[in-house]
């Protein structure tokens, strides 16, 4: 783990400085180098299950937004005969942002659960307490 964690802190932290020149770059760089923080923390073994339970829920959350939102994946999927996402992006074609977005927050929710995983793996096999105090640590 600790070579994925290495791997996809720098992926993430890559993803946070291609997104300074983007509209909403104050949130996307902060969600990004979250995910990049998450990740070097993790190979680290400094991090609390409490954050990564926050980090898995808000990527969730807002991942199954833009799936269901106005332009967002659904729409690139059903309506847009899921375009090419590669392709430039331009102010008529939202969804194929949104699909970017979602595709990108699907990753980071999977990574800190992964990292949550393991941690709960670890610990079971440390003999910490219960589930209801990991969580809470």
């Excluded at 070579?3 to 902060?30: E, G, P, T």
């Excluded at 993790?42 to 991942?63: C, D, E, Q």
């Excluded at 939102?69 to 690139?76: A, K, L, M, N, Y």
Aim: charged fraction near 15%; charge should be positive.
């Amino acid at each position: 783990m600790k070579i994925v964690n290495i791997l996809f802190a720098l992926i993430f932290f890559a993803f946070a400085m291609l997104q300074i020149n983007d509209a909403d770059a104050v949130l996307w760089v902060s969600i990004y180098l979250s995910g990049s923080i998450l990740c070097i923390l993790s190979w680290l073994n400094k991090i609390r299950p409490v954050y990564l339970w926050m980090a898995v829920g808000f990527y969730t959350i807002y991942a199954l937004y833009l799936l269901v939102s106005p332009d967002g994946v659904w729409s690139w999927y059903s309506e847009h005969g899921s375009e090419n996402i590669a392709q430039s992006m331009s102010a008529d074609k939202a969804w194929i942002e949104n699909t970017r977005e979602f595709f990108g927050l699907f990753l980071l929710a999977l990574i800190a659960g992964i990292n949550l995983f393991v941690l709960h793996r670890k610990r079971r096999r440390e003999k910490k307490p219960h589930m209801i105090l990991f969580l809470l640590e």
